[in-house]
């Protein structure tokens, strides 16, 4: 993909500098969401249904505050909207995540942990019972997040957790106090499980896991939802963004075989590439650009990587040299080599994925102990184990999921331990359930390693402040380092971008240094739609929605 | 069966209704029971790994699941009772709603695979065993032997992948409801069906060719054909009838076997049936689901156990109740 025709991405901190405080009423509508050249060149044409694959159905239900899941939060992004949202669109670089107004008209910070936002006037719900399109005022702010935050269940609670209280102060204006100063506020309230939800649905339905309380103020309305086969939205005549969206409606087909999602796709009858997030495995991307010529695609990191745990309290993982040594035994390149949706691309992740492009720092910037990590060698890992009093390896036990996440990350276990073979390590592969890893593993309960994924989050401060912060239920390695712990509370009280990313850089310095992670990477995939497809940029992130409302189909 | 059998019939399936009294209640403790002894638990899995303890233990409380079994168990047994199965944990959809909504494509898919089970198992197995190692025993027992080693998700792959990347056409097509389109309806089940009923067409007629055979060496078909009766009377009156018990026997079985084969096909060309909605609600844990669609599997299986023993009757006037 060339990005030399994009435009600089706006960043949150850009919007933030717009007026000392913050005026970004003039980025709204849908004019702004057109890379400049792109709109010079076409005049967008309305109408149309885009048509996609989903590979799940909303199982969960649909009430955001009862489940973390993508399958539903999917779906949602269609229907409804946020304070902010991190900005969609050609002209955003896929790996960036700039932030831009949604429901917010503006907001100033008066201090550390105040924010005021100011609300679009005029937002109406959909006109549809029991909301009916009244005008969204600052109480249904108060509403959603009081409700975010006490409500049992909501495994998204940690996302706005330093939230102390929401007052609207009038019609359309709301003011958030934290309990301490958090620079990440804004890409929190970005997060797709902040959607803003009507009283009268929750008053209605008692919950809105039912798909008839699903009524917000996003671009489209969900229409229809047939279990396990799909689910249709149309055009909300209301949106609040002049113009937009350009499709009439979105026909999102549910299919969870892969063969059948691609062969679906080849056969024209649907839009976009078959798999999560509209990619197409390079396995298949010869085959999708011979029946499709004119096929676009963009390349990028995913998220989702590896991700191994051992226990640190415990030997041998007690000893810096021994993780050193599991890392260097570890051979990213084959690993990737195999998969299906890599084949040989893919990117090495240090704590911060690098799919997080702004805020993972390159290898290269590692210290010295960081950086050979990264640096595939059997003789080293022997060498490392040796000087640890392992002269002749060691054997442990590694927990992983046995079906969940597909035959790509099996091969890549299955290698991941050949590897480690090789330098002496004799993990005995335990297979667990999915159910029962969620369950147990992931919470902690394992005995000596695991090797499973992650990549559920967005912001980058989760991938270091969940698992090392003492006190949160993910630091399942029992990390209590004081050192660790003041950076990570520092960059959390600094709003300076570049001096936060400093920080944030040296905490990633800090954890490759004491080898706190086992080295992993992520896949560079394809995501790929047809050449009628117009004005479409894909990025990480359940915000599908947002990523199609100015889209337009040239056919 | 005479107008004397009928009382006979009746009080024979009235013995097996009571009968199947304590087998449906001995299948609500295990459906009940199994599926909370699998490791991993429902408020864990949809809180995925972004929970606090707190939080578990609160929707833990909310959905029930913090009173002791035996009165879970209760609470569920006297719903039933009222013909109320529950919500989903996960939707807050009712049970019988969902399965209301999902059996008929089951039953649709599981009906016809059987039927083309039978449709093509039975008579190229006469064919067979009539033309005993001849040009169309040979292909007739390829078939089967190819039919049998091929898996049903291998076919359908092959079915739907194939013709996509080659000629850019699948025959998959979107769900169409049985009240907007009957004819589209059945249609779509047509392929799936013929693979589901592959792999029990070959077994169904490799027994029907091994059962005939038998009975065509057994003396009184000797007789017959010395009597100088037509092939197809010797063959289909006096020989099929005897033969088929046992294949009845089987077809009986073979529902168990295209309930299993449905989950894979059902996700292969997007039917949503029951198969589905099973494999998705054990992997959740939602365990009113799980127990509801058991029960219902119970239930058919009783049935159709039922009606195949009926069937005996009709086919062997021997046979007495």
Redesign the interface.
Same mark, same amino acid.
């Given at each position: 993909m060339d990005h030399r025709s994009l435009p600089p991405s706006i960043t949150r901190r850009d919007v933030l500098k717009a007026s000392g405080a913050v005026v970004a009423a003039g980025l709204v509508g849908g004019a702004s969401l057109l890379a400049p050249e792109t709109a010079r060149a076409q005049t967008p044409k309305r109408g149309g249904t885009l048509r996609l694959t989903v590979i799940s159905d909303p199982v969960t239900g649909f009430d955001p505050h009862q489940t973390i899941s993508f399958v539903t939060m999917v779906p949602l992004s269609f229907v409804y909207s946020r304070l902010v949202k991190v900005k969609a669109g050609p002209s955003v670089k896929p790996g960036t995540y700039p932030i831009e107004p949604d429901l917010a008209e503006s907001w100033t910070q008066p201090d550390d942990k105040t924010y005021v936002f100011k609300l679009k006037k005029g937002v109406r719900w959909h006109p549809k019972p029991p909301v009916n399109g009244r005008e969204l005022t600052a109480d249904d702010v108060k509403y959603t997040y009081d409700r975010f935050l006490t409500i049992a269940g909501n495994g998204n609670k940690p996302v706005l957790e330093s939230i102390d209280r929401i007052d609207a102060l009038d019609k359309h204006t709301v003011k958030f106090t934290l309990k301490e100063p958090n620079a990440w506020f804004l890409d929190m309230l970005a997060s797709t499980s902040t959607w803003i939800i009507a009283k009268e649905c929750v008053e209605k339905f008692g919950d809105l896991k039912k798909a008839e309380s699903v009524v917000g103020t996003g671009p489209w309305m969900l229409e229809r939802w047939e279990p396990n086969v799909r689910l249709l939205y149309v055009r909300n005549p209301n949106y609040f963004v002049p113009g937009l969206p350009y499709a009439d409606s979105v026909d999102m087909i549910i299919d969870k075989d892969p063969s059948s999602r691609l062969a679906t796709w080849l056969a024209g009858k649907t839009d976009f590439g078959p798999e999560y997030q509209q990619v197409v495995r390079r396995l298949d991307l010869a085959v999708a650009k011979q029946r499709k010529p004119g096929l676009q695609t963009a390349e990028y990191p995913w998220f989702t990587s590896g991700a191994t745990g051992f226990k640190i309290d415990k030997p041998p993982f007690n000893d810096v040299r021994v993780r050193r040594a599991l890392s260097r035994a570890t051979s990213l390149a084959e690993i990737f080599e195999s998969n299906a949706f890599s084949r040989g691309h893919w990117v090495p992740n240090p704590a911060v994925p690098a799919a997080s492009a702004e805020w993972s720092i390159p290898i290269d910037q590692l210290g010295p102990e960081g950086r050979k990590l990264y640096e595939y060698s059997t003789a080293d890992a022997k060498r490392l184990l040796a000087e640890a009093g392992y002269p002749n390896g060691f054997k442990t036990q590694v927990e992983t999921p046995s079906t969940a996440y597909g035959p790509d990350f099996l091969d890549s276990v299955q290698v991941t331990i050949k590897n480690w073979k090789d330098a002496g390590i004799d993990a005995e592969l335990k297979m667990k359930e999915y159910g029962a890893f969620i369950s147990t593993t992931i919470y902690g309960k394992f005995d000596h390693m695991y090797l499973g994924l992650r990549g559920a989050w967005t912001d980058p401060e989760a991938y270091f402040y969940r698992p090392y912060m003492p006190g949160q239920p993910l630091n399942v390695l029992n990390v209590n380092d004081p050192k660790l712990t003041d950076m990570i509370t520092l960059q959390r009280r600094t709003f300076d971008v570049p001096k936060r990313k400093q920080i944030v850089y040296d905490i990633q310095r800090y954890l490759a240094e004491q080898g706190l992670f086992g080295v992993n990477g992520s896949v560079k995939v394809v995501s790929a739609w047809d050449p009628y497809i117009k004005n479409f940029m894909p990025n990480n992130g359940f915000d599908f929605g947002g990523r199609l409302m100015a889209v337009w189909i040239d056919k | 069966m005479g107008g004397a059998a009928v009382p006979r019939v009746r009080n024979y399936v009235l013995r097996r209704l009571i009968v199947a009294i304590p087998s449906l209640l001995i299948a609500s403790v295990i459906v009940f029971v199994l599926p909370r002894l699998?490791?991993?638990?429902v408020? &864990?899995?949809?809180? +995925? +790994? *972004?929970?606090?303890?707190k939080?578990l233990e609160?929707?833990r409380? *909310?959905l029930g699941l913090d009173r002791p079994i035996p009165v879970q168990y209760a609470v569920w047994i006297g719903k039933i009772a009222r013909g109320d199965l529950g919500e989903s944990l !996960?939707?807050? @959809?009712p049970v019988i709603g969902?399965l209301a909504?999902r059996l008929p494509v089951t039953l649709t898919l599981g009906g016809m695979a059987i039927a083309v089970a039978i449709l093509v198992g039975i008579p190229i197995g006469i064919v067979s065993a009539v033309r005993q190692d001849g040009v169309l025993d040979f292909f007739g027992r390829s078939a089967a032997i190819l039919g049998l080693s091929i898996p049903g998700f291998v076919q359908a792959?092959v079915v /739907?992948?194939l013709?996509? /990347?080659w000629w850019? !056409?699948?025959p998959?097509q @979107?769900?169409v409801e049985l009240s907007q389109d009957p004819a589209g309806y059945l249609l779509q089940f047509i392929l799936p069906a013929i693979i589901l009923g592959v792999a029990s067409a070959a077994g169904i007629m490799r027994l029907t060719r091994g059962m005939l055979l038998e009975v065509l060496r057994q003396d009184y078909v000797r007789t017959a054909w010395a009597k100088g009766l037509r092939e197809r009377v010797v063959v289909l009156k006096h020989s099929l009838k005897n033969a088929i018990i046992p294949v009845v026997t089987v077809l009986g079985l073979q529902v168990a076997q295209v309930a299993g084969g449905a989950v894979i096909i059902e996700?292969?060309?997007?039917l949503?049936g029951m198969g &589905?909605?099973l494999v998705?609600s054990i992997? &959740? @844990?939602d365990y009113p689901v799980i127990q509801g669609i058991n029960l219902l599997v119970v239930v058919i299986i009783v049935a159709t156990n039922l009606v195949v023993d009926l069937t005996y009757a009709a086919i062997d006037p021997r046979i007495r109740y």
């Open positions: - | 699998i490791p991993g638990d408020v &864990q899995l949809m809180l +995925e +790994e *972004k929970a606090y303890g939080d609160d929707l409380a *909310k !996960w939707t807050r @959809r969902e909504r792959i /739907i992948l013709p996509a /990347i850019g !056409w699948t998959l @979107r769900f996700t292969i060309f997007g949503p &589905q909605f998705d992997i &959740q @844990r």
